[in-house]
Nanobody, 125 residues
């Protein structure tokens, strides 16, 4: 059974950091395009960051502005999102997703085939 499980969310003050993890099971990271998305209250789910199947390519939403880093560990079947310089606008539920139909980078939520349950990130002052 294919499954994605996020963790690492929490409460943090502006300027703080968090590292999210997404552990996948039932498939190998090489077999799917994977990425991070987020959904804030009252807003649509939006793309945050993506990493290629090989791990050699990454892509970020414009609002990331060099604050986040996406990475993966094939041996642990885990994807990460290191977030720094967090802002209140980053408050959202963060999801990891996987797509079999996307060859390169997963940047559109409608192309995802599988989703995790999400992890809440709250940036408060």
């Amino acid at each position: 059974q294919l499954q994605l499980v996020e963790s690492g969310g929490g409460l943090v003050q502006p300027g703080g950091s968090l590292k999210l993890s997404c552990v996948v099971s039932g498939f190998r990271l090489d077999d799917y395009a994977i990425g991070w998305f987020r959904e804030a209250p009252g807003k649509e789910r939006e793309f945050v960051a993506a990493i290629s199947r090989s791990g050699s390519g990454t892509y970020y939403a414009a609002f990331v502005k060099d604050r986040f880093t996406v990475s993966r560990d094939g041996a642990k079947n885990t994807m990460y999102l290191q977030m720094s310089t967090l802002e209140p606008e980053d408050t959202a539920v963060y999801y990891c997703a996987a797509s079999a139909q996307t060859e390169k980078l997963l940047t559109f939520p409608e192309r995802a085939d599988y989703w995790g349950q999400g992890t809440q990130v709250t940036v408060y002052s």
